[in-house]
């Protein structure tokens, strides 16, 4: 799947080839700046939301402030509403990300995910029709 990815590309494998060029299947977000992390305004990922399309971010490359409580505070309240929207977190271990496409793939081949799949929120939604 062609994907974009924005900041750092990940030391890992997360199943995407990135590209430069549109279209794109998903959005990577592969490292945040404390500034990008508190306050997110990336254009493209918040259409991709939108429209319920799959953005991804690599979880070790979102930042932490283990020494100060407040921003600390600040950041993961900040994460949590990156999830709510939609965005999925992950570490690149054996958990496989399922997008709708996919997902609508799987519900005409009659088959479930794979145990432990993460599911897009709008993956979930095609596969509890």
Known sequence: MRALLIGDKPPCDL???YENTPPY???VIGSLTLGQALCFTNE???TFLAEGKPVVCYAPGFPQAP???ALGAAL???RRNLKNWGIVFTDGG???LV???EARLLRQAGKQPPPGAVLTPLAKEIMEK
Do not use: V, W
């Open 15 to 17: 199943g995407y080839s």
């Open 25 to 27: 299947d998903a959005i």
């Open 44 to 46: 493209l990922a918040l």
């Open 67 to 69: 020494k100060n409580r």
């Open 76 to 78: 993961a309240s900040s």
């Open 94 to 96: 054996q958990k496989r």
């Open 99 to 101: 997008t709708a496409q």
